[in-house]
Structure formats: structure tokens, C-alpha cells
């Protein structure tokens, strides 16, 4: 088992920067690939970046990349995404999940691969 709980949210302006934090406890973070996904309202929740165990890979969403950067301190048990020229369309709730095992398959974007999930964070970017 994994918990995991997002922070970090907020109400900025577009072109402002945030940084979201995932804290994890229970099973051993440090051997679990980790993911952000977002969900707007009337959406389906979409995948943003992906790390695996350490931080070895990482993928992005065509629509973030250059923007937003995911990163993870195994040592204290915490995944990070900064969040870079913020646009109105980033407005999302932000959740982390964790996957069964350490390494990112091609299944690295697949909501079904991930099996823990936080109970988000709301980013709300103004125009």
C-alpha cells in the first residue's frame, strides 16, 4: 500500500509558477515509478509527467513540455512537479499516483497502470 497527499495548489495568474508536492507513506517509495495526471471539470483525467524509481526517465505531455518538470526525493519520500509559465488551461485538479513497480512501461501514460492515487490538489490559473 501507498498513501499518497498532494499540496501545493492554488490561484495564480497565468505566467506564474507553482510547485506541487506529493508526500507517499507506506509502501517503499523509492522502488515505485510516479506519476502526475490532472482532471478538468467535464474532462477525463489526463496524464501530465511521469519519473521512474530514480528518476532515471521521465516523460512529459506534449502539452506541458518545456513548461513543467517532475522530480522526486526518495529520501524523503516526496514527488515534486514545478510548474512553469502557467496557462489558463492548466486549471485542473492535480493528483499524483504510483505504479506497482519501478521502472515506466509504455503503459507510462495509461491511468490503468498507476494503483494509487492521492485525492488531489486544485490549480486554478486566472487569464
Do not use: H
Not at 532515471?56 to 505531455?61: C, P, S
Not at 513540455?65 to 519520500?77: C, H, P, Y
Not at 502557467?86 to 499516483?97: F, H, N, R, V, W
Amino acid at each position: 500500500q501507498v498513501q499518497l497527499v498532494e499540496s501545493g495548489g492554488g490561484l495564480v495568474q497565468a505566467g506564474d509558477s507553482l510547485r506541487l508536492s506529493c508526500a507517499a507513506s507506506g509502501r517503499t517509495f523509492s522502488s515505485v515509478a510516479m506519476a502526475w495526471f490532472r482532471q478538468a471539470p467535464g474532462k477525463e483525467r489526463e496524464f501530465v509527467g511521469a519519473i521512474s524509481w530514480n528518476a532515471g526517465t521521465t516523460y512529459y505531455a506534449d502539452s506541458v513540455k518545456g513548461r513543467f518538470t517532475i522530480s522526486r526525493d526518495n529520501a524523503m519520500n516526496r514527488l515534486y512537479l514545478r510548474m512553469n509559465a502557467l496557462k489558463p488551461e492548466d486549471t485542473a485538479g492535480y493528483y499524483c499516483a504510483a505504479k506497482g513497480t519501478g521502472r515506466l512501461g509504455s503503459d507510462y501514460d495509461d491511468i490503468r497502470a498507476y494503483g494509487y492515487w492521492g485525492q488531489g490538489t486544485q490549480v486554478t490559473v486566472s487569464s
